[in-house]
């Protein structure tokens, strides 16, 4: 965990489909704060990540997601950033989350994160089996989200904005906290 300082990136990770690009813009809004998508700065720097995946593999991926995320992390301050939901996989990213910002895990339901992902059309990850692919993957996650995480939040029932509300109120407890 994090010793959280004052307009500290707040940095979202967890499984494909727990709503980590739909909240992080709504969380920022709430806060007053930037957002980054690690994602689109993935796609706009090296292409569809579907496409990158067929070509350059899952190691070739993962390493170049690891320095888009070093990237959009480095110096940011009062942002929200949401993750790849693979991004804790490197131990340098779990580092780096776990020194410069303040991390919060989304949790989900498998049956929503499917409704989500419209079943795991155009994700690599799912293409067979994805209710099988998408348990497992999160299980095996699940470890490595919680070391990092500041704040654990499942988003399986609520929206964006009561997710953002509820975020926004523990975020700012835990500033008062930290300054006293």
């Not at 090296?46 to 899952?58: D, L, M, S, Y």
Request: net charge negative; with cysteine.
């Amino acid at each position: 965990m994090s010793s959280h300082t004052r307009g500290q990136p707040i940095a979202l990770v967890g499984p494909m489909g727990s709503g980590k690009s739909s909240l992080a813009p709504v969380l920022a809004a709430e806060l007053g704060y930037d957002h980054v998508d690690t994602d689109e700065l993935f796609a706009h720097q090296h292409g569809p990540i579907p496409e990158f995946f067929r070509v350059h593999g899952e190691p070739g991926f993962r390493d170049a997601e690891a320095q888009v995320v070093a990237e959009a992390l480095t110096g940011k301050q009062q942002t929200v950033i949401s993750l790849g939901g693979g991004a804790v996989l490197r131990d340098t990213t779990r580092d780096f989350l776990v020194e410069h910002c303040y991390v919060i895990y989304l949790q989900v339901s498998t049956r929503e994160a499917l409704r989500r992902l419209d079943d795991g059309q155009g994700r690599p990850m799912l293409e067979n089996n994805p209710a099988e692919t998408w348990e497992q993957i999160a299980t095996e996650r699940d470890r490595l989200y919680r070391s990092v995480a500041d704040q654990v939040v499942d988003t399986t029932a609520d929206s964006p904005r009561q997710l953002a509300g509820k975020i926004a109120r523990r975020y700012r407890r835990a500033e008062k906290t930290h300054d006293h």
